[in-house]
């Protein structure tokens, strides 16, 4: 059973930064680009940013410049860095496949609140 483990959530002025992780079993990681993803109030979920394993990645338009994601092989995590937040950014987190999020249990992701 693939399961992935996300951490790193929390309250943050909005101005402030936080960083997400979440790792998965060597053999997943190794062979796929993995995700964040978010789901604002009220909206489907959407991507925040992917990284292949190539390590290309791609980011949504309202996170370029802002969020950067990376991966540590070795430690078969991925992480997402948050700075500039902005209370719009305030939702639920996810971690999961990229560039299809194949895993059909999304978990209960983090959540990130950002205070105006």
């Known amino acids: 059973q693939v399961q992935l483990e996300e951490s790193g959530g929390g309250l943050v002025q909005a101005g402030g930064s936080l960083r997400l992780s979440c790792a998965t079993t060597?053999?997943?990681?190794?062979?796929?680009?993995m995700g964040w993803y978010r789901q604002l109030p009220g909206n489907k979920r959407e991507l925040v940013a992917g990284i292949s394993t190539s390590d290309n990645t791609k980011y949504a338009d309202s996170v370029k410049g802002r969020f950067t994601i990376s991966r540590d092989n070795a430690r078969n995590t991925v992480f997402l860095q948050m700075n500039s937040l902005k209370p719009e950014d305030t939702a639920v987190y996810y971690c999961?496949?990229?560039?299809?999020?194949?895993?059909?249990?999304w978990g209960q992701g983090t959540q990130v609140t950002v205070s105006s």
């Open positions: 060597r053999s997943i990681f190794s062979i796929n680009g």
């Open positions: 999961n496949f990229f560039p299809v999020p194949w895993l059909v249990d």
